[in-house]
Nanobody, 125 residues
Framework: QVQLVESGGGLVPPGGSLRLSCAAS????????MGWYRQAPGKQRELVAT???????NYADSVKGRFTISRDNAKNTVALQMNSLRPEDTAVYYC???????????????????WGQGTQVTVSS
């Protein structure tokens, strides 16, 4: 009943910028936490940035000052603006949503730990 769809990945040279977007669909009432994670080949999935419903944000040290996360609570969307990209930023980026309140057949549910399908970001010259 809740799906996340990402867009905006691609190939960019070092120093370039990309903007990732993610939209949550379903009869959603609220989402507590939305964020972005990434997984490079041969590595574990790692946190990139999160944004809580109250506006607070959290970033991995490796992206602080370069990436900016933003969300629209009314539209259930989250975006990641990535600037000054480096080859080590190359990974599949996943959108996430946690503690989602939604309706299904007029019943209110709370669901946890939703993920998008991932979008590839490649930083290379």
């Amino acid at each position: 009943q809740v799906q996340l769809v990402e867009s905006g990945g691609g190939l960019v040279p070092p120093g370039g910028s990309l903007r990732l977007s993610c939209a949550a669909s379903g009869s959603i009432v609220s989402i507590n936490l939305m964020g972005w994670y990434r997984q490079a080949p041969g590595k574990q999935r790692e946190l990139v940035a999160t944004a809580a419903r109250d506006g607070s944000t959290n970033y991995a040290d490796s992206v602080k000052g370069r990436f900016t996360i933003s969300r629209d609570n009314a539209k259930n969307t989250v975006a990641l603006q990535m600037n000054s990209l480096r080859p080590e930023d190359t990974a599949v980026y996943y959108c996430s949503a946690d503690t989602v309140r939604y309706y299904s057949r007029s019943i209110l549910y709370t669901g946890y730990d939703y993920w998008g399908q991932g979008t590839q970001v490649t930083v290379s010259s």
